[in-house]
Structures are given as C-alpha cells and as structure tokens.
C-alpha cells in the first residue's frame, strides 16, 4: 500500500495541473481583448490634439513655435515625445526653454521663456543682437537702444550659436559689470593696447584700462560726471586708469 500512495499524489499533481491547463485559452484571448483595447484608445480621435496655445512668447511668433514643436494633429498627444518637442523649441535662436504641456483630453500648451537682447555685437564678420550669455539672437540687426560691443572676433555670427572668444567673453563681463553698477553705455570696446575704453549714453569717452582696481574705477564716473556737471562745463573724456587721480576732459 505505501508504494501505491506516491502514484497517488502523482496523479493529483497532473490532475492539477490539467485543470490549470484548461485555462490558458481564457487567458489569450483576455490578452488579445487587452491589447485590442489598448490600441484603440491609443487611437481613439478624442485623444488627438484638440486645442494648442502658446504662453510667454513676445517676439518669436506662436505660429514659429507651434511649427518647430511639430506636434502631430492625427496622433494620439499622450504617446507623443514632448521632450523632443522642447528641444525643437529651442533651437529658435530667441528662446531660452520651452515646456509642452498636456492637459485632458488632448490640450496642448506651450510655455516658452524668450532670451533678452544684451548688446549689438560689431565685429570683421558684420554685426548682430545677442543676449548675456552671447547667443546669437538674429545677425545683421542692430538696436539702437542696445550698447555696441566692438570686437575683433573671426567667429562667424550664426542665428542660434554661442560667441565663445574669450576676449568676447571678458568683454561681455566688462559690460555686465558696468550695467549691475547702472552704468548706461554707449559703446565698449578694447584699446590696441587691450584696455578697456566705453563710450556713456551721453557721449563722454571713458578710458578706464586694465581690469586692475576695476570695480573702483567704475564708483568713481557717476559722482565725476554729476560733479563736473553742476560746473555746466561739458565734459568730453575721463581718464580713469589710474583712480587715484582721475583725469576730466573737457570740451
């Protein structure tokens, strides 16, 4: 008899696993009507694009941002890659970052961040509109409510590139540095000698040299400028390069 009992609980053992098999047609066809399921709503037409707007935008046009999101109108919005959407964006010269954003059913809004124009660069290439951190904005344009930066770069001025010549560069934290201390310039540029020379808003020409003693130097053309000028005598120049004993020119 104890040699019957394991034949016994063999046969259990197959008997259970019979019944399980009885189930696997059950179990395809759920996963077929699953996958059915999932390709319909996947392409279901209340999940195409129903409503795209743009925000944030003041100079690039929504119609320029839409076209570079690319965003497909008979395709399901949620499987659509909004990452690769955003970096489309961005690469419209005048925008720092993009954001596609989804909303239900199937709205679309996209929050863009444009760059601010900085200065007009003039160099042996031509000239063009960049913004603090020397992206290229648009070239061949130049505005008059921007400071001229003069330099001697043979870096093409591209729409969407980045000025990376150091002597730009040092130039650009020149510019910055007088703006945070609201100095309002005209025109920067470096001497042959490599000094720093700017022309003010107002047309004063300030020679202010080497970046030695350079945040004093800078102190010192307000209080000069509005000191000078209770004397009505228009002034034409400042020396600064040694602040110390500052220089006035006038005219």
Known sequence: MGADLPKTARRRKRSAAARLRRFW?????????????????????????????????RVVSAADILKHAAIASHRNVWLQNTARMDARIETIPYILSAAVRRSLPANVTVVVQE???FATLVSPQGHAIVDSALRVLASGDASPSLPI??????????PGSFVTDPAVLRLRDDALALARANVVTRELRYDRFGELAIVLRNGI???????????AKI???DPIVAQVSRSHRPIAALDLRAPTTPVVVYK
Do not use: M
């Open 25 to 57: 047609i059950a179990t395809v066809a759920l996963a077929i009507a699953a996958s059915a399921g999932g390709f319909a709503l996947a392409s279901w037409p209340g999940f195409y694009p129903h409503a795209t707007a743009v925000v944030g935008n």
């Open 115 to 117: 760059r601010e124009p």
């Open 149 to 158: 930066i003069v330099v001697r770069t043979a870096q093409p001025l591209t």
């Open 205 to 215: 020409d300030v020679k202010l040299g080497g970046p030695r003693n350079f945040a």
């Open 219 to 221: 102190a010192l053309i």
